[in-house]
Protein backbone atom coordinates (compact mmCIF):
# COMPACT_ATOMS: atom_id res chain seq x y z
CA UNK A 1 0.00 0.00 0.00
CA UNK A 2 1.49 3.35 -1.04
CA UNK A 3 0.84 5.40 2.31
CA UNK A 4 2.96 8.79 1.39
CA UNK A 5 0.17 10.94 -0.56
CA UNK A 6 -2.40 9.92 2.15
CA UNK A 7 -0.41 11.54 4.94
CA UNK A 8 0.40 14.37 3.27
CA UNK A 9 -3.04 15.11 3.31
CA UNK A 10 -3.81 13.78 6.89
CA UNK A 11 -0.92 15.48 8.30
CA UNK A 12 -3.24 18.42 9.13
CA UNK A 13 -5.21 15.96 11.30
CA UNK A 14 -3.10 13.75 12.70
CA UNK A 15 0.91 14.50 12.67
CA UNK A 16 1.30 11.84 14.97
CA UNK A 17 5.06 11.57 16.85
CA UNK A 18 7.50 8.96 15.74
CA UNK A 19 10.48 9.26 18.64
CA UNK A 20 12.34 6.49 19.12
CA UNK A 21 11.31 3.93 21.11
CA UNK A 22 9.93 5.07 24.14
CA UNK A 23 6.04 4.15 25.17
CA UNK A 24 4.92 7.22 27.17
CA UNK A 25 2.69 10.10 26.84
CA UNK A 26 3.10 12.97 24.09
CA UNK A 27 3.77 15.39 26.13
CA UNK A 28 7.27 16.94 27.21
CA UNK A 29 8.55 19.74 29.40
CA UNK A 30 11.80 22.28 28.04
CA UNK A 31 13.88 23.80 30.56
CA UNK A 32 16.92 26.15 30.77
CA UNK A 33 17.62 27.49 33.81
CA UNK A 34 14.30 29.23 35.59
CA UNK A 35 12.96 28.93 32.68
CA UNK A 36 10.24 26.08 31.08
CA UNK A 37 7.76 25.22 28.51
CA UNK A 38 5.47 22.24 27.59
CA UNK A 39 4.59 20.75 24.31
CA UNK A 40 2.35 18.26 23.30
CA UNK A 41 2.00 16.61 20.20
CA UNK A 42 -1.51 16.66 18.60
CA UNK A 43 -4.14 14.67 16.87
CA UNK A 44 -6.50 17.39 14.90
CA UNK A 45 -9.69 15.46 14.74
CA UNK A 46 -10.30 12.20 17.06
CA UNK A 47 -13.73 10.52 18.22
CA UNK A 48 -15.75 11.07 21.19
CA UNK A 49 -14.68 7.76 22.24
CA UNK A 50 -10.78 9.11 22.38
CA UNK A 51 -11.92 10.98 25.44
CA UNK A 52 -10.18 11.72 27.92
CA UNK A 53 -6.82 12.55 26.62
CA UNK A 54 -3.91 11.23 28.20
CA UNK A 55 -3.88 12.84 31.71
CA UNK A 56 -0.36 14.26 30.72
CA UNK A 57 -1.75 16.80 28.52
CA UNK A 58 -4.01 17.89 31.80
CA UNK A 59 -0.77 17.90 33.58
CA UNK A 60 0.82 20.28 31.56
CA UNK A 61 -2.28 22.62 31.04
CA UNK A 62 -2.67 22.77 34.47
CA UNK A 63 0.95 24.20 34.70
CA UNK A 64 0.93 26.06 32.05
CA UNK A 65 -0.33 30.02 31.74
CA UNK A 66 -0.50 30.59 28.05
CA UNK A 67 -1.31 27.86 25.47
CA UNK A 68 0.58 28.48 22.15
CA UNK A 69 -1.15 26.83 18.93
CA UNK A 70 -0.16 26.53 14.74
CA UNK A 71 -2.38 28.83 14.19
CA UNK A 72 -5.46 30.92 15.72
CA UNK A 73 -7.79 27.48 16.40
CA UNK A 74 -10.80 30.16 17.31
CA UNK A 75 -10.90 32.34 14.09
CA UNK A 76 -10.72 29.45 11.70
CA UNK A 77 -14.12 28.75 12.95
CA UNK A 78 -15.47 31.82 12.26
CA UNK A 79 -18.01 31.15 9.34
CA UNK A 80 -16.96 34.63 7.31
CA UNK A 81 -13.24 33.91 7.50
CA UNK A 82 -13.91 30.11 6.13
CA UNK A 83 -15.80 31.66 3.23
CA UNK A 84 -13.26 34.31 2.65
CA UNK A 85 -10.05 31.57 2.76
CA UNK A 86 -12.13 29.07 0.97
CA UNK A 87 -12.33 31.33 -2.09
CA UNK A 88 -8.32 30.82 -1.91
CA UNK A 89 -8.65 27.20 -2.48
CA UNK A 90 -11.06 27.08 -5.76
CA UNK A 91 -9.40 26.66 -9.48
CA UNK A 92 -8.64 30.08 -10.87
CA UNK A 93 -10.46 31.47 -14.06
CA UNK A 94 -10.09 29.52 -16.65
CA UNK A 95 -8.62 26.46 -15.09
CA UNK A 96 -10.34 22.97 -15.65
CA UNK A 97 -9.87 19.94 -13.28
CA UNK A 98 -10.15 17.90 -16.24
CA UNK A 99 -7.32 19.71 -17.94
CA UNK A 100 -5.36 19.02 -14.67
CA UNK A 101 -6.10 15.08 -14.20
CA UNK A 102 -6.10 11.86 -16.81
CA UNK A 103 -9.10 10.59 -18.05
CA UNK A 104 -8.74 7.26 -16.03
CA UNK A 105 -8.37 9.51 -12.45
CA UNK A 106 -11.22 12.03 -13.42
CA UNK A 107 -13.31 8.65 -13.76
CA UNK A 108 -12.32 7.23 -10.96
CA UNK A 109 -13.40 10.39 -9.24
CA UNK A 110 -16.52 10.09 -10.79
CA UNK A 111 -17.31 6.66 -9.88
CA UNK A 112 -16.43 7.50 -6.37
CA UNK A 113 -18.70 10.50 -5.50
CA UNK A 114 -21.54 8.16 -7.70
CA UNK A 115 -20.99 5.92 -4.94
CA UNK A 116 -20.96 8.35 -1.77
CA UNK A 117 -23.51 10.22 -3.26
CA UNK A 118 -21.55 13.31 -3.79
CA UNK A 119 -22.41 15.60 -6.64
CA UNK A 120 -19.14 15.99 -9.08
CA UNK A 121 -20.31 20.12 -9.42
CA UNK A 122 -19.81 20.33 -5.45
CA UNK A 123 -15.76 19.18 -5.71
CA UNK A 124 -14.75 19.77 -9.24
CA UNK A 125 -14.15 23.98 -8.80
CA UNK A 126 -11.59 23.17 -5.95
CA UNK A 127 -8.05 22.70 -6.25
CA UNK A 128 -7.02 19.24 -6.16
CA UNK A 129 -5.00 19.58 -2.51
CA UNK A 130 -8.74 20.90 -1.17
CA UNK A 131 -10.27 17.74 -3.06
CA UNK A 132 -7.97 15.28 -1.46
CA UNK A 133 -8.47 17.16 1.95
CA UNK A 134 -12.34 16.74 1.25
CA UNK A 135 -12.64 13.11 0.06
CA UNK A 136 -10.30 12.04 3.25
CA UNK A 137 -12.74 14.11 5.68
CA UNK A 138 -15.61 12.85 4.17
CA UNK A 139 -14.37 8.83 4.70
CA UNK A 140 -13.07 9.68 8.48
CA UNK A 141 -17.01 10.94 9.15
CA UNK A 142 -17.81 7.60 7.86
CA UNK A 143 -15.33 6.25 10.52
CA UNK A 144 -16.98 8.60 13.34
CA UNK A 145 -13.76 10.75 13.64
CA UNK A 146 -15.35 13.54 13.05
CA UNK A 147 -15.41 15.50 16.97
CA UNK A 148 -13.47 17.66 18.91
CA UNK A 149 -9.54 17.47 18.25
CA UNK A 150 -6.68 18.08 20.73
CA UNK A 151 -5.73 21.46 19.59
CA UNK A 152 -9.82 22.62 19.47
CA UNK A 153 -10.57 20.94 23.12
CA UNK A 154 -7.87 22.85 24.73
CA UNK A 155 -8.17 26.33 22.76
CA UNK A 156 -12.08 26.14 24.36
CA UNK A 157 -10.85 25.21 27.64
CA UNK A 158 -8.09 27.70 27.62
CA UNK A 159 -11.15 30.97 27.01
CA UNK A 160 -12.89 29.18 29.33
CA UNK A 161 -10.26 28.95 32.19
CA UNK A 162 -9.19 32.42 31.43
CA UNK A 163 -5.98 31.52 30.04
CA UNK A 164 -4.28 33.84 27.13
CA UNK A 165 -3.88 32.60 23.67
CA UNK A 166 -0.91 32.62 21.03
CA UNK A 167 -0.07 30.69 17.33
CA UNK A 168 3.18 30.20 15.47
CA UNK A 169 1.78 31.24 12.27
CA UNK A 170 -1.01 32.81 10.51
CA UNK A 171 -4.02 30.96 9.08
CA UNK A 172 -3.39 32.52 5.44
CA UNK A 173 0.25 30.18 5.94
CA UNK A 174 -1.91 27.47 6.88
CA UNK A 175 -4.67 27.74 3.84
CA UNK A 176 -1.41 28.52 1.46
CA UNK A 177 -0.28 24.83 2.07
CA UNK A 178 -3.08 23.43 1.63
CA UNK A 179 -3.92 25.54 -2.01
CA UNK A 180 0.05 24.62 -3.03
CA UNK A 181 -0.47 20.87 -1.98
CA UNK A 182 0.09 18.68 -4.63
CA UNK A 183 1.00 21.37 -7.31
CA UNK A 184 2.33 19.86 -10.40
CA UNK A 185 1.14 16.01 -9.30
CA UNK A 186 -2.28 16.72 -9.46
CA UNK A 187 -2.81 13.59 -10.66
CA UNK A 188 -0.84 11.59 -8.30
CA UNK A 189 -2.20 13.37 -5.36
CA UNK A 190 -6.27 12.78 -6.66
CA UNK A 191 -5.22 9.04 -7.71
CA UNK A 192 -3.31 8.20 -4.49
CA UNK A 193 -6.11 9.46 -2.55
CA UNK A 194 -8.51 7.42 -4.12
CA UNK A 195 -6.96 4.37 -3.28
CA UNK A 196 -5.26 4.89 0.09
CA UNK A 197 -8.50 5.71 1.48
CA UNK A 198 -9.64 2.35 0.62
CA UNK A 199 -7.28 1.63 3.66
CA UNK A 200 -8.09 4.04 5.54
CA UNK A 201 -10.72 2.34 7.91
CA UNK A 202 -7.55 0.29 9.02
CA UNK A 203 -4.94 2.49 9.26
CA UNK A 204 -6.68 5.40 10.92
CA UNK A 205 -7.20 2.70 13.51
CA UNK A 206 -3.75 1.47 14.17
CA UNK A 207 -2.62 5.49 14.23
CA UNK A 208 -4.80 6.12 16.71
CA UNK A 209 -3.82 3.20 19.16
CA UNK A 210 -0.11 3.61 18.66
CA UNK A 211 -0.96 7.05 19.63
CA UNK A 212 -2.48 6.24 22.48
CA UNK A 213 0.17 3.77 23.63
CA UNK A 214 2.47 5.82 22.81
CA UNK A 215 3.83 3.10 20.59
CA UNK A 216 6.10 5.80 18.60
CA UNK A 217 8.52 3.30 16.46
CA UNK A 218 5.37 2.11 14.58
CA UNK A 219 4.30 5.73 13.92
CA UNK A 220 7.50 6.92 12.70
CA UNK A 221 7.11 3.76 10.24
CA UNK A 222 3.36 4.33 9.35
CA UNK A 223 3.60 8.21 9.18
CA UNK A 224 7.10 10.01 9.03
CA UNK A 225 9.16 7.66 6.77
CA UNK A 226 6.72 7.67 3.68
CA UNK A 227 6.44 10.90 3.51
CA UNK A 228 10.03 12.30 4.08
CA UNK A 229 11.34 9.12 1.48
CA UNK A 230 8.56 9.17 -1.40
CA UNK A 231 7.82 13.34 -1.16
CA UNK A 232 10.80 15.24 -0.10
CA UNK A 233 9.50 18.78 -0.79
CA UNK A 234 6.60 18.41 0.89
CA UNK A 235 8.45 17.32 3.59
CA UNK A 236 10.70 19.51 3.50
CA UNK A 237 7.75 22.38 3.10
CA UNK A 238 5.43 20.92 5.44
CA UNK A 239 7.40 20.37 8.18
CA UNK A 240 11.38 21.45 8.00
CA UNK A 241 10.22 24.96 6.94
CA UNK A 242 7.83 25.19 9.43
CA UNK A 243 9.52 23.96 12.62
CA UNK A 244 12.89 26.12 11.59
CA UNK A 245 10.21 29.30 11.56
CA UNK A 246 8.99 28.55 14.81
CA UNK A 247 12.06 27.73 16.71
CA UNK A 248 12.84 31.34 17.31
CA UNK A 249 9.16 31.81 18.64
CA UNK A 250 9.62 29.10 20.94
CA UNK A 251 13.13 29.80 21.87
CA UNK A 252 11.68 33.36 22.90
CA UNK A 253 9.22 32.02 24.96
CA UNK A 254 11.91 30.44 26.98
CA UNK A 255 13.47 33.30 28.33
CA UNK A 256 10.17 35.31 29.47
CA UNK A 257 8.73 33.65 33.48
CA UNK A 258 5.60 32.61 31.65
CA UNK A 259 4.81 28.86 31.19
CA UNK A 260 3.30 28.10 27.99
CA UNK A 261 1.88 24.88 26.83
CA UNK A 262 2.84 24.90 22.65
CA UNK A 263 0.50 22.26 21.13
CA UNK A 264 1.33 21.20 17.42
CA UNK A 265 0.70 18.48 15.38
CA UNK A 266 2.68 15.88 16.65
CA UNK A 267 4.90 14.86 13.50
CA UNK A 268 6.37 18.37 13.96
CA UNK A 269 8.33 16.75 16.77
CA UNK A 270 10.10 14.07 15.06
CA UNK A 271 13.40 13.36 14.18
CA UNK A 272 16.53 15.30 13.51
CA UNK A 273 14.46 18.17 11.69
CA UNK A 274 11.88 17.99 14.92
CA UNK A 275 10.92 20.83 17.25
CA UNK A 276 12.26 18.41 20.04
CA UNK A 277 15.63 17.61 18.84
CA UNK A 278 16.90 21.22 17.73
CA UNK A 279 15.86 22.29 20.97
CA UNK A 280 17.67 19.39 22.73
CA UNK A 281 20.78 20.42 20.12
CA UNK A 282 20.40 23.96 21.38
CA UNK A 283 21.36 23.30 24.97
CA UNK A 284 17.96 22.92 25.94
CA UNK A 285 17.09 20.20 28.42
CA UNK A 286 13.71 18.10 26.98
CA UNK A 287 12.27 15.82 29.19
CA UNK A 288 8.97 13.64 28.75
CA UNK A 289 6.42 14.03 31.12
Known amino acids: MKLSIKHCILSFFIFIIALPAYSDSP ?53 EYQLMMMSEL ?13 EETYRELEEYCLKRGIP ?16 TLMELQQLGVDGTGVDDYYSTKALQDGKSLGQLETIEQQFAFISAMGKGQEDDLISYTL ?42 TLLVKRNNAWMPQIEAMLTTKEVEFVLVGALHLVGNNGLLAQLSAKGYTVTRL
Not at 39 to 67: C, K, M, V, W
Not at 90 to 102: H, I, R, Y
Open 195 to 236: EDIKQLPTTWKKLNAAWRKGNLQELKEIALLPLKRDHPETYD
Open 27 to 79: VWKVEKGEHQLFIGGTIHLLSQSDYPLPPEFETAYNQSTRLIFETDIQEIKDP
Open 90 to 102: VLADGEDLKQLLS
Open 120 to 135: MVLITSFKPGMIAMML
